[in-house]
């Protein structure tokens, strides 16, 4: 007789092997005594295998990562599932209610791990988190997306020196993979230190929806869950990623508009013209070279700029794998358009 697998229990919960359960875990309070929640959907596999915790909106207005998790828990069924799938679509309640990245005191949560059961909100969400969730996991995919204004070609950060988080990251299927040791007070950089392996994919712009965005980081899930032997079916994705050995900031030489003649996610070569900036009364205008050969990964939104700030953000890469990442980004976009 096949021993049937043992309940997952959470928050005095408890899911029973082959089920799916919703679970709110009470995370604070609002001025008005109105208790918020933070959701959490368990898919408890009927099968023993990986924990995985997919996770969203630990900036509150990072939105698309929400509806990769929406649509992930219609795709999941726990009676085909080997393992345990953690889903929390928004992690930072308050800021998605506000539509702001941080907390009501301004911290910012990714920054507050650890945390601790008797700090501010922003350490006491944290430890929740810590506590009762990432401690259950064996594998954390992180979704996030680009800054207000700032818009991301999807992307998965990670530290490539890891064979496991490697092979997470080649697996989503991403078109780049950037090497990136995580911040120690970050939910990324303290489950590396848990020696759980743990992804962040980044891709689109805050508080705006991108269709692209949103289909290949479900995709990505998807593939990830399939290389850990949780779901029935191949990898589906077209070859291993390419890694970028490095990447930077060009920024503004000097204020006015901004004239851009470069888009997401196309190439540069080192001296081009990726951008004028122009005084809004006339005048002459200033080139803005790229300094190196590279693909642009991420961009500012905004037309107008003051000297210093971030207008394209560019990724190196060692020798021809520029031209295997440019291919493998053309497919990309054609896949998604």
């Known amino acids: 007789m096949v021993k049937r697998r043992e309940a997952f229990e959470l928050a005095g919960k408890r899911v029973t092997a082959g089920t799916q359960l919703g679970i709110k875990l009470a995370a604070a309070k609002l001025y008005t005594d109105t208790q918020l929640d933070i959701h959490v959907e368990v898919f408890h596999g009927a099968k023993p295998g990986p924990t995985l915790l997919v996770c969203a909106a630990i900036h509150g207005d990072e939105l698309n990562g929400i509806e990769i998790c ?14 345990t799938l953690i889903v929390v679509p928004i992690v930072n309640v308050f800021g998605f209610i506000q539509q702001s990245r941080y907390l009501p005191d301004r911290r910012d949560l990714n920054r507050c791990f650890p945390g ?19 401690v259950h996991a064996t594998h954390v995919i ?18 490539t020196s890891d064979e496991t988080m490697l092979g997470m990251a ?10 990136s ?14 020696n759980i392996p743990c992804i962040l994919y ?3 712009e805050a508080l705006r929806f991108s269709e692209l965005s949103i289909k290949s980081g479900l995709k990505g899930v998807l593939n990830v869950m399939r290389s850990l032997g949780m779901l029935k079916g191949r990898v589906s994705n077209k070859g291993s990623s390419v890694s970028a050995i490095r990447s930077y ?4 030489e ?4 901004v004239n851009m003649k470069l888009k997401l996610g196309q190439r540069v070569t080192k001296g081009y013209i990726i951008a004028h900036i122009v005084s809004p009364h006339g005048g002459d205008s200033v080139a803005i070279r790229a300094p190196t050969d590279g693909i642009i990964i991420g961009i500012s939104n905004i037309p107008v700029t003051n000297e210093g700030e971030g207008m394209f953000h560019i990724a190196q890469f060692e020798g021809d794998e520029i031209e295997i990442a440019n291919e493998q980004l053309d497919e990309f976009l054609m896949e998604y358009a």
Request: net charge positive; glycine share 8%; with cysteine.
């Open 170 to 179: 080649n697996a989503f299927g991403a078109p780049l993979i950037m090497h």
């Open 181 to 194: 040791k995580a911040r120690s007070v970050s939910m990324r950089g303290y489950a590396n230190q848990q």
């Open 70 to 83: 929406r649509r992930l828990l219609a795709r999941v069924n726990p009676k085909n599932l080997t393992g």
């Open 202 to 204: 980044e891709a689109g």
């Open 254 to 257: 000097s204020d006015g508009l």
């Open 249 to 252: 900031w060009v920024r503004s």
């Open 142 to 159: 992180d979704l996030h997306t680009g800054a207000i204004h700032r818009d991301n070609l999807p992307q998965i950060r990670c530290d």
């Open 116 to 134: 601790s059961s008797k700090g501010a909100l922003a350490s006491r969400l944290a430890n929740l988190f810590a506590t009762q969730l990432l």
